[in-house]
Every structure is written in C-alpha cells, then in structure tokens.
C-alpha cells in the first residue's frame, strides 16, 4: 500500500487529475472528532499503509496541531509525519495533491516526506484581496494599506515563492510566474475579477481547474473577501522525475531512504557526507531506542 497522505481539513482534498492518485484522509478537528475515534483512524491508517504524512497549513488552529502532536505521542510512532506548510491553504492543497500523485510511484515514505520541501519551491501560490490591512504574511507599503480603506480596490498578491503586490488594471501589474508547465487551480470566494484570466495568460498555463476556498484561506490572507490561486506541476511523471534526480541516501537514525538534509518522520539532521558510510549507517540503525514503533 502507498504511504497514507493526511490532512487537518476536507477542502485541502483537491481533485484528483486521474483515476489512480489515492485520496488524502481528513484527521478532523478536536471540537469535531474524540481523541478515542482520532486514535483509532491514525492506527488504522498505520495499519494498513505503514507511514503516514500529516501535511497542514500554518493557518490551522493551535488546538488541531496539539492534537496532532498528541496522537504521534499516544501511539510512540515515528511514522507518523507532521509537515506544517508555509504555503497558503490552496497551495497546501495543490502540494497535498503533488504527494499524492508521487505516493503510487516508486517512492518510499522518507523520501515522500522530504518531496514535501522540494515541491514547494516550485509552488506559485496567491490571492487576489479587497484589503490589506490584516495581511502579515507579505510585505505591505504604507501606500498599498491606504488604499486598502477605498471602497472597490483590489490588491493581487503573490506570496510564493517570491512575495509580491500589484494592483489589478495597472499598466505594470504582472506577478513573476513559473518558467515550467503548470496547471492553475482557483478557489473563488466573496472576491471575483476578470483579472484572473490575464494572469492565467501571463503565466501561460496548460489549464486552469476551480476549487473550494479553504476554510484557513480568511485567518491566512487577513480578510474573508477574496479568491485564491496557486500554480504547479501537474504531470506525474514530471514530479516523479523531479524528486528522482535528487540524490537519496538513508537517514542516519531511522534507515529511512530519504532526500534533503533532514527525516520528516524522525526529525533527524542528515549527517555531513564525509561522515556517511555504509558500516555508520548500519550502526545507527541500532542505535534507536528499543520498543520504538517503526
């Protein structure tokens, strides 16, 4: 079985782009589900898929992530990943997705887990706001916070991975785009502009898919009237060959083949590559504490 990939909400489930990239599983909030029926789904999905990765927004409630954390503790598994993304809601959803499609290829759970890293830097991810004000995750002129108190403006912010602010209709607004194919998923909420389609053309995208807003796009953007974007690579085999071409070796603690300078599921740093060799790593194997669920 692929390594289970999970989430803290429903609408970070973006639709799949074919018929065999799994589903993401929804590990509910604490108001909404007991820790018993929480405990219960996160041992079931260690059960049946061996790895779990728990990939959620920065924007999720305190209370969620400590719950998450908790059951970690409680089942004394270092299978269980949690991944906290810088991105906005809708990009954790598009990268959720990429991990998804990459969970059917031939990668193990470590490696997984650290594509999560690398796929985000090739995430293009933004809203279009009617305010600034509340707006902490991109820098924001004191020109741009004026205008925010004018009825009818509009603001396109890009806040990966190069934050930027533009307004819309001006003869400079362009938002710096990927240099690759990418599709363009959209979440319209209260906010809706004709603007979304130049940028669409600007960024000459292969298609263009709409979406729910997530329910943490309000609390992470500062303003309930908006519609978010976020652009990525859509192709399998594309994400697959991507990660593929990054060096991979085992993690010095959990054995774990991974790629990138630290294990998402034990947190353990990668070890210099003058200090890695087969007879250490072998050794650290063993060097885990005895009764840790693998």
């Known amino acids: 079985m692929p390594t289970a990939i999970a ?27 007991s820790l018993d029926d929480a405990l219960s789904q996160m041992h079931f999905l260690l059960e049946q898929h061996g790895h779990v990765l728990v990939v959620h927004s920065r924007a999720v409630s305190e209370e969620h992530v400590r719950r998450l954390h908790t059951l970690r503790a409680v089942l004394e598994s270092d299978r269980i990943a949690l991944i906290g993304s810088d991105l906005p809601p809708l990009g954790v959803g598009l990268l959720v997705r990429q991990l998804r499609q990459l969970s059917v290829c031939d ?15 090739y995430i293009h991810a933004g809203a279009l706001l ?25 603001f396109a912010v890009l806040a990966h991975p190069t934050p930027q602010l533009v307004m819309p209709g001006a003869e400079d607004a362009r938002l710096p785009g990927p240099e690759f194919a990418t599709h363009m998923t959209v979440a319209e909420g209260q906010l ?11 960024w000459a995208v292969q298609a263009v898919h709409q ?28 994400l697959a060959q991507l990660v593929a071409s990054v060096h991979r070796f085992p993690c010095p603690w959990c054995g774990l083949e991974l790629i990138g300078d630290r294990c998402a599921f034990c947190a353990a740093p990668v070890l210099p590559a003058e200090h890695r060799s087969p007879s250490g790593t072998a050794a ?11």
């Open 192 to 202: 809706t502009s004709e603007w979304l389609h130049t940028l669409a053309g600007q």
């Open 130 to 154: 009617n305010s600034v004000t509340r707006l902490d995750a991109v820098p924001v002129s004191l020109k741009a916070h004026a205008r925010s108190w004018v009825p009818g403006s509009q």
């Open 7 to 33: 989430v803290t909400s429903p609408d970070l489930v973006l639709a799949p782009p074919d018929r065999i990239t799994p589903p993401a599983h929804v590990l509910g909030p604490p108001e909404r589900q």
């Open 211 to 238: 979406a729910e807003l997530p329910a943490e796009s309000a609390r992470w953007w500062g303003t309930g009237r908006l519609t978010e974007f976020a652009a990525g690579i859509a192709d399998t085999a594309v």
């Open 284 to 294: 650290a194997r063993g060097a885990g504490p005895s009764g840790r669920s693998r």
């Open 107 to 121: 990668v193990g759970p470590g490696v997984l887990g650290a594509a999560a890293r690398l796929l985000t830097y």
